[in-house]
């Protein structure tokens, strides 16, 4: 069974810290990896993509990466800022399927 | 574009009513689906669908019919509500080629309790 888990499940931060978020998927066979950012009460929204062949990729503050090894992905947050407080959710999807197999999310929250 | 609008934003269901959960996209999106969220689950699919006339189910469809008779509008009906259906609901879309890369745009969201 495709699995995704996240760690950690929520997280405390000051404003201008970093942070790393964990992203653990058993999916296959493995297409790609998507994280989404989710706003209180609003719906998804995509940050980046991993696919196969790609080890690290960044999006403004947002860098992700990619063990296709160890089946792990990561998301790091630099400098993070207030807005930055949301769900980040994993999403995998493997190839030939209509299907994504969604993480739980971690929470994060950015205090002043 | 509006994107994916979904109407109501809240409702407040009796047990055993019925009610049609709406959403729209205007981008000629063929791959529409339905999300259920329930605090520490995630996000679990409904139902989804590839285009007008085609739907299949997703990993939580019980009490849940859809229909997709247009490219633009997949709205989800609950036969009868039950409290366990108390959750927030998200439409989402894409194109057939975007979804092979896993990218959806969803709506704003049905917040629903069932009493």
């Known amino acids: 069974k495709n699995q995704v888990e996240q760690s950690p499940q929520s997280l405390i931060i000051l404003e201008g810290k970093n942070c790393t978020l964990q992203c653990n998927y058993t999916v296959s066979p493995f297409s790609n990896l998507r994280w989404y950012k989710q706003d209180t009460g609003r719906g998804p929204v995509s940050l980046t993509i991993m696919t196969f062949s790609e080890n690290t990729k960044s999006n403004g503050r947002y860098t992700a990466t990619l063990d296709a090894d160890t089946k792990q992905s990561s998301l790091h947050i630099t400098a993070s800022q207030l807005s930055d407080s949301a769900s980040y959710i994993c999403v995998a999807a493997s190839g030939g399927s209509y299907i994504p197999t969604f993480g739980r999310g971690t929470s994060l929250i950015v205090h002043p | 574009n509006a994107g994916v609008t979904q109407t109501p934003k809240f409702q407040v269901l009796k047990t055993g009513q019925s009610m049609t959960l709406q959403c729209a996209q205007d981008?000629?999106?063929?791959?529409m689906s339905w999300y259920r969220q329930d605090p520490g689950m995630g996000l679990r699919l409904i139902h989804y669908?590839?285009?007008?006339?085609?739907?299949d189910q997703g990993e939580v469809p019980n009490g849940y019919n859809v229909s997709r008779s247009t490219t633009e509008d997949f709205p989800l009906r609950l036969l009868s509500a039950a409290p366990s259906q108390t959750s927030v609901y998200f439409c989402a879309s894409s194109s057939l080629t975007a979804i092979s890369y896993n990218e959806q745009f969803f709506g704003p969201g049905t917040r629903l309790t069932v009493l």
């Open positions: 981008m000629n999106h063929e791959y």
């Open positions: 669908s590839v285009g007008a006339g085609i739907t």
